[in-house]
């Protein structure tokens, strides 16, 4: 079954990012199967640095996905994740559109302009807005809004609809094609777009719309503020940008807002905070330079929509709180389902290591000396390793490891007290997973200590173990049937 993630602003993509990830160690197979994800990334800022990364991410998921055949045994990479239409959705028709020019306000009588001019500043009705709502919620949603409008309806929007449709259209035994809006609650796009989005989308798959509404499961997930900022000095003299020091009161604002709103018609709201804000070093109030390192919240974020996906829809409403079993300490005890999720990660992560460390230099080694590495000729014949197209797989497995360990690392480095894993047996001082040289920091020996209380076998009993018959499907051997009884036998050790 496809689940439709709609992610609305550069936390939204942050979000996304994070489900990427959760997708690729397996957090959304469930029973044997698994949820395929569609994506839409909705921000007026097409070039922010946040969704940029996302998109990288996604391709470099899929590229090394598309190698592996989905098998029930093996959760890991098992979603397929595609973007809906474009992918991307700016909103705005124009790329240099600001809020006067949106709407007619030089040809508005006079009661409106002056109403026009009551609600919003000179400055942010002058503001060019291809950098998003610069933390302002209410010029977000006079322009989401506009959706309703007839013959205003974007291509990206329509393709969603009609998706939802056909996807409900066609749901067998009992599984409902699922969506899921995303974003922040304190900042211009997403405490603009999702309330707006999610109202749009009940009115129009409602009883007035396509009346899908009791078909489907509709939930959200709502960032409050997790992070803070210092803008610096040249921008001190702009008007209309976010500033951080007003999420507190934007965020009191829109929960009230959530609170008293009946037309928002989720089936599931997740709400996720922290007491203490993380700090965000070089600010940028929009475009590529705004790339916020990943955060554990934006972790918690994906294993919501875990639980959105693998849980049916509720008869009734539910209230669930989850906090830390201790305030200075974030351990695997303080994760919804933490043997697993602990047993997917550990596992995707010890697969990402030992082929970083280990099963690519040895490859590359073994190009030229082939009888020097043993183990590797039970996967290739000697001239199959200079092959291109067993050298682009790879690669191509390569890219997604130091990909995943990369954002693994930041999600590490986000707050001091996460006890998941001996950080510093993979990363370096400044946070990289790679020496200058490029090899990667870890070094076999301590590969056993990766996880705290968890010891494993050495790098080396991984390597020998390693058989193309232990894969129970024609690709056994290669890259991608050496990769898999990698991931197999790292598997069955935990």
């Given at each position: ?22 997708a ?19 921000d ?141 609650i ?38 409050l ?13 702009e ?12 965020t ?68 669930m ?44 080694h ?5 009888k ?30 130091t ?59 991984i390597?020998?173990?390693l ?28």
């Open positions: 079954m496809t689940a439709y993630i709609i992610a609305i602003g550069g936390t939204g993509a942050k979000l996304v990012e994070s489900m990427i990830h959760a690729a160690v397996g957090l959304f197979s469930h029973n044997q199967k698994s949820e395929d994800l569609q994506i839409l990334l909705i007026p800022d097409t070039g922010n640095g946040n969704a940029s990364a996302t998109n990288t991410t996604r391709t470099i998921y899929q590229n090394c996905r598309q190698h592996f055949n989905v098998h029930p045994s093996r959760p890991w990479m098992s979603s397929n994740i595609d973007p809906i239409q474009g992918g991307a959705w700016s909103v705005f028709e124009r790329t240099d559109a600001t809020l006067k020019d949106t709407f007619p306000y030089n040809q508005d009588q006079d009661e409106r302009k002056l109403l026009f001019d009551v609600l919003y500043t000179e400055d942010e009705r002058k503001l060019r807005l291809t950098q998003g709502f610069r933390g302002r919620p209410a010029i977000g949603a006079a322009i989401i809004s506009q959706l309703t409008q007839e013959g205003r309806e974007d291509a990206n929007w329509n393709a969603l609809i009609e998706q939802i449709n056909a996807n409900s259209l066609g749901s067998e035994g009992g599984k409902s094609p699922k969506v899921f809006l995303c974003g922040s304190f900042g211009g796009t997403g405490a603009a777009g999702l309330p707006t989005l999610g109202r749009l989308l009940a009115n129009k798959l409602g009883p007035d719309g396509q009346n899908l509404l009791g078909k489907i499961k509709f939930g959200c997930l709502l960032l503020p997790y992070f803070q900022f210092n803008a610096p000095q040249k921008l001190q003299d008007t209309v940008f976010a500033r951080s020091q007003d999420f507190i009161l934007q009191e604002a829109a929960l009230r807002y959530y609170a008293n709103q009946t037309e928002l018609k989720f089936d599931s709201v997740y709400m996720l905070g922290l007491p203490r804000f993380s700090s965000v070093e070089n600010f940028s109030p929009g475009g590529n330079n705004q790339r916020n390192p990943p955060h554990f919240l934006e972790f918690y974020g994906a294993l919501a929509l875990r639980d959105f996906l693998v849980t049916n829809k509720p008869a009734q409403r539910q209230v709180l989850l906090n830390r079993e201790q305030p200075e300490a974030l351990t695997w005890n303080d994760i919804p389902e933490f043997n697993l999720v602990r047993s997917r990660v550990v596992a995707a992560t010890r697969f990402a290591l030992t082929w970083l460390a280990a099963i690519a230099p040895e490859l590359k073994a190009r030229e000396k082939p020097e590495v043993v183990w590797s000729l039970k996967f290739f014949k000697p001239q199959e390793l200079k092959d291109t197209t067993e050298q682009d797989k790879i690669k191509t497995i390569s890219d997604w490891c990909n995943y360990l990369q954002w693994l690392g930041a999600i590490g480095r986000s707050e001091p007290s996460i006890k998941w894993f001996n950080w510093e047996v993979f990363l370096n001082t400044d946070g990289s997973i790679l020496n200058t040289d490029g090899s990667i920091k870890m070094k076999r020996k301590d590969f056993s200590n990766l996880v705290p209380d968890q010891k494993t076998k050495e790098i080396n009993d390597l020998s173990k058989n193309p018959r232990d894969i129970d499907t024609p690709d056994n051997r290669g890259a991608i049937g050496l990769a898999k009884s990698l991931y197999k036998i790292i598997d069955r050790d935990l």
